[in-house]
């Protein structure tokens, strides 16, 4: 296999075998394009970790070649290749006798930056990852709550400015809220910052949540389906990751199927100056008795509703909670729906104008596109 022009990190036929003769991985075969956030998901046992380390040589493979930006790993010395790639884990593994600064400014202290830049660069990834260091910097771990910790852990790994993160179940020991809520903050960094992270997981949900392709591994290390996370929810390449992504899937596609401008549907609009009868008009002609109300640059403004175009002298307009902005998902389009009991979804660009209305037919209109798009040819 050769890798591709933009590949940060390759793995050809890599495998793991242990002296008792058990393997844990078998022939892996794996391209993780630069900038890329990758996932590696599957059932315990499957060799997801052992993949993970295998790549800064914290288990040294058996077989097979680890190219990382185009240089074998096993040619490269241990110690500098773990000090140039970012790693983040499940416990954190936290100095407790050091303060948060400190904990930071690892590596760039084993890498022999002066005290001034180190603490410079400790405090801006603090500040980075949402703990302020006028507060935090000199606490030590045991001061901290367990998502804070695991903020820490990432400032940490991104210390030396990595271009490659690797991340062991890395919020799998926070509660369900707190880790949304890291989930959240580290869709932001990626966003911000554009790593090469490979990502294991065991939680299909946090996968196709997080990842920019998704990697499915049987026992073994058996690559059984590599894809966006709509192609693996949509399109499962076989029996095995079709049980593994679960009988809701559709249900999860929702939240990787971004609304896309064809999805929307013109809805009844009127001017925030039309008159009452102008409104009826319109709602009658689109077959409603509701109308959106816009200013005259498409601005939202509100919505009509029937009992007031049905009585009212002049046209009253209400607040429209039922809005959103067009990056969300069908997720959160049909979150919006059950949650204000909304036959429309008005959706807006970056400048609040009205771009179209999500119903529950075109949001399952949508729903059927994306399968489509994501069927294998």
């Known amino acids: 296999m050769q890798p591709t022009e933009d590949a940060m990190i390759v793995l050809e036929g890599v495998g793991k075998r242990y002296a008792d003769g058990s393997v844990a991985v078998r022939d892996l075969s794996l391209t993780v394009p630069r900038g890329a956030l990758v996932a590696l998901v599957g059932p315990s ?166 990842g920019d392709r998704v990697a499915v591994l049987a026992n073994g290390g058996d690559l059984r389906q590599y894809d966006s996370p709509a192609a693996v929810l949509g399109s499962p390449a076989d029996d095995f990751v079709a049980e593994f992504v679960g009988a809701d899937r559709g249900l999860r596609r929702l939240a990787v199927t971004p609304i896309e401008v064809e999805d929307l549907e013109e809805a009844p609009t009127v001017r925030e100056d039309a008159s009452v009868e102008d409104a009826r008009r319109v709602a009658e002609a689109a077959g409603t008795s509701s109308a959106i109300v816009v200013d005259d640059a498409d601005r939202l403004v509100g919505w009509a509703p029937a009992e007031h175009l049905a009585s009212a002298s002049t046209l009253r307009v209400r607040p429209m909670e039922a809005s959103l902005h067009r990056t969300a998902t069908l997720k959160d389009a049909w979150a919006v729906m059950l949650r204000y009991d909304a036959g429309w979804v008005a959706v807006l660009d970056d400048d609040g104008r009205l771009l179209g209305v999500l119903t529950p037919e075109s949001l399952h209109a949508a729903l059927r596109r994306s399968v489509r798009v994501t069927a294998p040819a």
């Open 45 to 210: 046992g499957c060799g997801k970790s052992t993949t993970l380390k295998m790549v800064n040589r914290l288990i040294e493979p058996t077989s097979g070649r680890i190219l990382l930006d185009g240089d074998d790993v096993m040619k490269a010395d241990p110690v500098v290749l773990r000090r140039g790639i970012g790693y983040v884990i499940q416990q954190v593994g936290l100095f407790p006798h050091q303060t948060i600064r400190e904990n930071v400014a690892t590596v760039p202290t084993l890498l022999h930056w002066d005290r001034k830049r180190a603490r410079s660069r400790a405090d801006e990834l603090l500040e980075l990852v949402g703990l302020e260091p006028a507060t935090y910097a000199t606490r030590y771990p045991h001061q901290l709550s367990g998502g804070q910790r695991q903020r820490v852990g990432v400032a940490r790994a991104l210390a030396a400015d990595p271009p490659v993160l690797l991340m062991d179940e890395p919020f799998g020991a926070v509660d369900p809220i707190v880790r949304e809520r890291l989930q959240d903050e580290f869709l932001r960094l990626q966003h911000e910052l554009g790593k090469t992270v490979l990502f294991v997981t065991h939680d299909i949900d946090e996968a196709v949540r997080l």
